[in-house]
């Protein structure tokens, strides 16, 4: 049944009072358009249009229902322009991000994305449970590290990068290791989840090594271990964008950083793909993609 166009034919008939005016419009034969006409009556089951030989007149129900019909047009007019806008998007933008990278790499960003485009309505939620995009639980999601095989289309932003810190006051208290060997005997600061390699990464004269560290403390994430690392617990191995400005103001040292690999974990938006994929999405993942590469 096909509704919009029922109420399309209806506007024109009882606009134009005239079944032949309306099918000249749509290309139709006066018959056709009466018989959508008695089709719609019969289905609400109430006169619509009072006909004689002289002219068509609209019914007080008639009325209401052409009201009805005018709106919903519009409506629906206003709903595709909204989708297929790809010069002014518009409408909610679900994005989704891990509490630690979302606060480093998206929640800076979205001033001047918002400035941009105004007719988008930026709805961020940051949490590290991995939401599920195919189901629609977010239009958006920034992942870090490796992705698994599925569905969705992914674009690369860039890549993190580690580094090894402490506080001053925690290297005035123990001394400050100059080779990776140093670090067996330091308070270091791990994940308590299994993870790929056990130990911390290193490069010496031009050869990749693992080296197993303790400490005193373990965490689930790199925000908590870089707050342990500014108390003076221990030392950290982070992402160094997370503690860019720890080190600035000095809460933070960088440690052996002739040893370090180079080492890091790429960045990539995540959503669903393909030719009809709505404007919003499409712009903001642009977007990251420029702003990343700026940066």
Not at 7 to 22: C, G, H, M, N
Not at 96 to 101: K, R
């Amino acid at each position: 049944m096909d509704i919009a166009g029922d109420l399309e034919i209806f506007t024109l008939v009882a606009e134009t009072r005239s079944f032949s005016a309306a099918g000249r419009h749509l290309n139709l034969a006066p018959s056709s358009i009466a018989r959508i006409v008695d089709r719609i009556e019969a289905r609400l089951g109430v006169r619509l249009l009072l006909r004689t030989t002289r002219a068509l007149t609209v019914t007080a129900e008639g009325a209401t229902y052409l009201s009805s019909a005018r709106r919903i047009l519009a409506d629906l007019k206003e709903t595709e322009q909204l989708i297929t806008d790809q010069s002014s998007p518009r409408g909610r933008l679900r994005v989704s991000g891990s509490i630690v990278y979302g606060k480093t790499f998206l929640v800076p960003l979205l001033g001047d994305f918002i400035q941009r485009y105004p007719g988008i309505l930026v709805d961020i939620s940051l949490t590290d449970t991995v939401v599920d995009i195919a189901a629609g639980q977010a239009d958006v999601a920034l992942r870090v590290g490796p992705l698994p095989d599925g569905p969705l289309t992914a674009r690369k932003l860039g890549e993190t990068h580690k580094v090894i810190v402490a506080s001053p006051g925690y290297l005035a208290r123990r001394g400050t290791p100059s080779i990776p060997e140093d670090l067996i005997d330091h308070d270091c600061i791990n994940f308590n989840f299994k993870r790929a390699t056990s130990g911390w990464p290193f490069r010496k004269d031009g050869d990749d090594y693992s080296l197993l560290v303790k400490g005193s403390v373990q965490t689930n994430n790199g925000d908590t271990q870089a707050q342990l690392a500014v108390e003076g617990i221990g030392i950290a191995r982070v992402c160094a964008e997370t503690v860019d400005r720890q080190i600035e103001a000095g809460h933070l040292v960088p440690l052996l950083e002739a040893f370090n690999p180079g080492d890091g974990e790429e960045i990539h938006a995540v959503f669903v793909g393909g030719a009809h994929m709505p404007a919003r999405v499409r712009c903001f993942v642009d977007y990251l993609v420029s702003a990343f590469a700026a940066r």
